[in-house]
């Protein structure tokens, strides 16, 4: 067994060691309390550091539990420090499966591929340019319609989920946009949802709502036939939010970038350059995840909202828009577009929701 796991590269970590005296215990043990100790004050420094950055860790703070080693799985021994380990809520545990997901799929189609294939795509689609000839055709909000079959939050949404019907009807409806959810393992989407979309001849630009935390995925989004992609504030750091929109220019996507609260807005606002973005206030709060439509009143009346305003820049409602009545609410708060997904993709005749929702008949 030793030889096995010494010739797959692992010796380091799970080899088999003579037993170590009981003196030499005492100094090993001695030693594990004292590194515990440092590196729970490096990630609490950390911590401190992006704690007005980011709401949501990238990445378990003591490492993954368990890591392959050649033909066996090495367990890292987290003790007292378990607790701190596990997600706080559910957009940082989508966020910690990513990287899971990710290393995954470089497995299959390694960057270098994948970036070719989103180069040699078909023109993307003005997604921010639907959205502002929609409102002046209808007087409304453009809408970006989400192509959903579940949330962690409500189970399945749409038993009967098909992905190019539910786009067709939501094109016919008058929806500026479709939002396509490619998350699989929570939300029951996928990659392929985009690609079956494009391909069945729906003209809307599409919006891939993937939990993005590495260019790979941006690549994958217009490989697949994404036109736009949605970068979440508090899961990304200024800095990565500028490489990945850069990394989104290099291959003609649009960027929708959501906020939660004044303060991630006004982060945004000092991101190195919002050409070809949008900006997204999403009013479910992240601890709770209850929504609050005031939340999107609430910071667009803040001095960076305004500044949104001054700047010419779309802002999108998202979650909670239910009825015409609250259409009419973000659009007051000044809203240019709005996300909906429940509302519509649930009902029977996703055509009439759309038309119903914007006031169309």
């Given at each position: 067994m030793a030889a096995a796991l010494s010739s797959a590269g692992c010796r380091p970590f799970c080899a088999a060691r003579q037993a170590p005296s009981s003196q030499q215990q005492r100094r090993l043990g001695a030693a594990a309390v004292v590194s515990r100790g440092s590196r729970r004050l490096a990630v609490m420094a950390a911590a401190a550091d992006t704690s007005k950055e980011v709401t949501i860790r990238r990445r378990p703070p003591h490492g993954v539990e368990a890591q392959n080693c050649g033909p066996v799985d090495f367990k890292v021994p987290l003790g007292d420090i378990a607790e701190e380990n596990k997600p706080r809520n559910i957009l940082e545990e989508i966020v910690w499966y990513k990287a899971v997901e990710i290393g995954r799929w470089r497995e299959k189609v390694p960057l270098a591929?994948?970036?070719?294939?989103?180069?040699?795509?078909?023109?993307?689609?003005?997604?921010?340019?639907?959205?502002?000839?929609?409102?002046q055709r209808t007087g409304k909000p453009g809408l970006i319609a989400e192509v959903k079959k579940a949330s962690p939050s409500k189970g399945v949404i749409q038993p009967n989920f098909d992905p190019v019907k539910i786009a067709q009807a939501y094109e016919r409806g008058g929806a500026a946009c479709l939002s396509v959810l490619t998350d699989s393992k929570f939300f029951q989407g996928g990659f392929e949802n985009l690609t079956a979309i494009r391909q069945a001849g729906v003209q809307c630009p599409l919006l891939c709502k993937e939990f993005i935390v590495e260019a790979y995925q941006v690549f994958k989004a217009r490989a697949?036939?994404?036109?736009?992609?949605?970068?979440?504030?508090?899961?990304l750091p200024n800095s990565d939010l500028n490489y990945l929109i850069k990394a989104a220019r290099s291959v003609g996507l649009q960027c929708l970038i959501e906020v939660h609260t004044v303060a991630e807005l006004e982060r945004m606002l000092r991101l190195d350059s919002l050409e070809g973005c949008m900006l997204g206030i999403n009013n479910r709060d992240l601890q709770t995840f209850k929504v609050d439509l005031d939340n999107t009143k609430q910071i667009m009346e803040s001095p960076a909202?305004?500044?949104?305003?001054?700047?010419?820049?779309?802002?999108?409602?998202?979650?909670?828009?239910?009825?015409?009545a609250d259409v009419a609410f973000v659009q007051s708060a000044g809203c240019g577009a709005i996300l909906v997904g429940e509302s519509i993709v649930k009902q029977g005749d996703p055509e009439a929701a759309v038309k119903t929702l914007l006031e169309l008949h």
């Open positions: 591929t994948l970036m070719g294939a989103a180069k040699a795509s078909p023109a993307p689609r003005d997604f921010i340019g639907a959205i502002k000839a929609a409102t697949s036939g994404a036109d736009a992609i949605l970068l979440i504030a508090a899961v909202g305004q500044q949104v305003l001054q700047r010419g820049l779309i802002m999108a409602g998202e979650s909670g828009i239910f009825t015409p």
